[in-house]
């Protein structure tokens, strides 16, 4: 029995079970599963990480978000929601809630 749980857990690993990619966890209510996408450096970055500034975050094109304001990211990385999937469209701010800018958890 322990021996075909085993190999069940493989074949599922093996089948779809690796990493999670990136959109499946942003929220609805930021994209609908479009329109956000990683930032920094990575090859999947469209932009480049936030700057951090008193109070919150600025994007390299000048939109900023209050810390407060902001989500935590779950793979520890800056991720980025605007409106139209454009580079150009605003950071998407559903309402009532905070913006769709995912900063990574603070360490302390």
Known sequence: MRLTAS?????????GGGPVHAHSWY???CCSDRDCWPMGLDADAREPDPRIVP????????HFVPE???????????????????????????????FCLFVPKPAF
């Open 27 to 29: 929220p609805y209510d």
């Open 7 to 15: 190999a069940l857990c493989l074949a599922l690993l093996s089948w």
């Open 55 to 62: 109070g919150g975050y600025l994007t390299h094109d000048g």
């Open 68 to 98: 407060q304001a902001t989500r935590i990211s779950k793979d520890g990385r800056f991720h980025i929601c605007r409106s139209g999937g454009m580079l150009t469209g605003t950071v998407i701010a559903p309402s009532q809630r905070p």
